[in-house]
């Protein structure tokens, strides 16, 4: 008599994109009623105080998400602004840490 052969299960993999909504939906005019608007025509100072004025509102770490959400959201399709979001993401995180 041969022994028997165990069959291994396979672990089934969902898609990673049904798990749950990703960044969400943006509401429009959270930053620019700080200033924070055109921001390819604005200087880094003005960015910079507005993001600042911001932050006082909000906390750091909600106005870097939203500055994260944009910055995914339109690097493909408008990558100049987009590198100014990220710039300014990274500024928001080091200096309010």
């Not at 921001?39 to 100072?45: A, G, R, Y």
């Not at 105080?49 to 770490?61: E, H």
């Not at 990220?86 to 928001?92: G, Q, S, T």
Request: charged share 30%.
């Amino acid at each position: 008599m041969t022994p028997r052969r165990t069959v291994k299960k396979r672990r089934v993999r969902t898609n990673k994109t049904r798990r749950g909504p990703g960044i969400g939906p943006l509401h429009k005019g959270d930053l620019s009623r700080f200033g924070y608007e055109h921001v390819t025509q604005m200087t880094k100072e003005r960015r910079h105080l507005a993001l600042a004025a911001a932050v006082a509102t909000y906390g750091s770490l909600t106005v870097r998400r939203k500055l994260n959400a944009v910055y995914v959201y339109t690097r493909n399709t408008a990558p100049a602004s987009s590198a100014i979001f990220k710039a300014d993401r990274d500024w928001v995180r080091n200096t309010f840490p």
